[in-house]
């Protein structure tokens, strides 16, 4: 009984050692065969049991250790296949995402001109994303941001809960919290409820600054934007500003770059004008700052938002703004060399 359960519990590492066990139990000298040379010593009313016991015994040591001598074949053929020296498989590297990468060249941009970086949530309220940026309760300017409303307020439009349609919401939470001067750039994702095509989506991503402290004027709005396009899209960039309307700018600022494609000669990718929009900006509006709880008979800002998949695109020439979000590969590793 010892020898069956020593026998059942043979292990070993390498063909020499299934030998060793071989000789140990089943070879003329070893442990099973010695038994069997006992037999004739058993009294004959034994024979019957003992003689069943030892075969049992005999055999089991002899699959036990047919079983170990493939196993340790496999193991040895294995280790000759495994070149420890060979170079590892090679696992492909991933790419920083385009807008990543667009998006830290911004950052980068604008914290060389001391803008820091201001962070808040995509789910937000109607108080951050429309109330505290000047949109009346029953403003139609609410509508021209397509909003996607997660919960809706029957009596307090103010608690609605949305996802934010821009990262405005950002501003107007570092302004509650934080007396002037303020800095900061808010990259972030935003979204509005409108049909995917190759030219809009349903979520996209936005980099606004805001900058409030005493005497801020228009003049200093225009050369934050102009050293901003000189760096992003090269040195003889003119910028050039249209008058437009957000409820909480005033004036209000629509900016063109001129095409670096054609020199602001006129080409096909700016549409034969010479010039491309990129961003909308203005002095932020008195109303704003008091609803922030900022005196605005002492400070005055500005504030800008650009849309980064639209500088992007510009920069790149990527044509259909699907491919942002589809993550094809073969997409990505062509921004390879961007990074
Ligand atoms: N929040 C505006 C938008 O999403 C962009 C903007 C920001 C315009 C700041 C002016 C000033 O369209």
């Not at 995509?122 to 940026?133: A, G, N, P």
């Not at 950002?170 to 409108?194: D, F, H, K, L």
């Not at 003889?236 to 008058?243: A, N, S």
């Not at 700052?289 to 005196?295: A, K, T």
Request: net charge negative; hydrophobic share 35%.
């Amino acid at each position: 009984n010892q020898l069956l359960d020593e026998v059942r519990q043979m292990t070993a590492a390498n063909a020499e050692e299934v030998e060793q066990l071989r000789l140990k139990y089943l070879s003329k000298k070893g442990a099973i065969t010695a038994l069997m040379n006992d037999f004739r010593n058993v009294p004959a009313n034994q024979k019957k049991t003992v003689g069943m016991k030892i075969n049992e015994l005999k055999q089991i040591a002899q699959e036990r250790i047919n079983q170990l001598k493939t196993d340790t074949e496999t193991v040895e053929c294995d280790a000759q296949h495994i070149d420890l020296t060979r170079t590892p498989y090679p696992i492909g590297l991933g790419t920083r995402h385009p807008l990543t990468i667009v998006t830290n060249e911004i950052i980068d941009i604008f914290s060389r001109m001391g803008f820091v970086l201001a962070d808040g949530p995509e789910v937000e309220d109607d108080l951050h994303v429309f109330t505290r940026m000047n949109f009346a309760a029953d403003h139609p300017a609410r509508d021209m941001q397509d909003t996607f409303f997660v919960s809706q307020h029957p009596n307090d439009v103010t608690k609605n809960i949305l996802l934010r349609s821009h990262t405005s919401s950002v501003q107007a939470r570092v302004m509650e919290t934080t007396q002037p001067p303020i800095r900061i750039i808010c990259p972030g994702r935003v979204y509005r409820n409108e049909a995917i095509t190759a030219r809009a989506h349903c979520f996209f991503h936005q980099v606004e600054g805001l900058y409030i402290d005493k005497n801020v004027s228009f003049t200093d709005l225009k050369q934050v934007l102009l050293s901003f396009a000189r760096e992003m899209f090269g040195a003889d960039t003119k910028i050039r500003l249209r008058p437009s309307y957000f409820p909480f700018t005033e004036p209000s600022a629509e900016m063109d770059i001129s095409c670096f494609i054609c020199g602001g000669e006129g080409c096909g990718f700016c549409k034969h004008t010479g010039w491309v929009e990129i961003l909308g900006c203005g002095m932020v509006d008195p109303n704003v700052l008091e609803q922030c709880g900022i005196d605005s008979s002492v400070y005055s800002g500005y504030a800008f938002g650009m849309g980064v998949e639209r500088i992007t695109n510009l920069k790149y020439q990527v044509s259909d703004l699907r491919m942002f979000s589809e993550n094809d590969v073969r997409f990505l590793h062509e921004f390879e060399s961007a990074d």
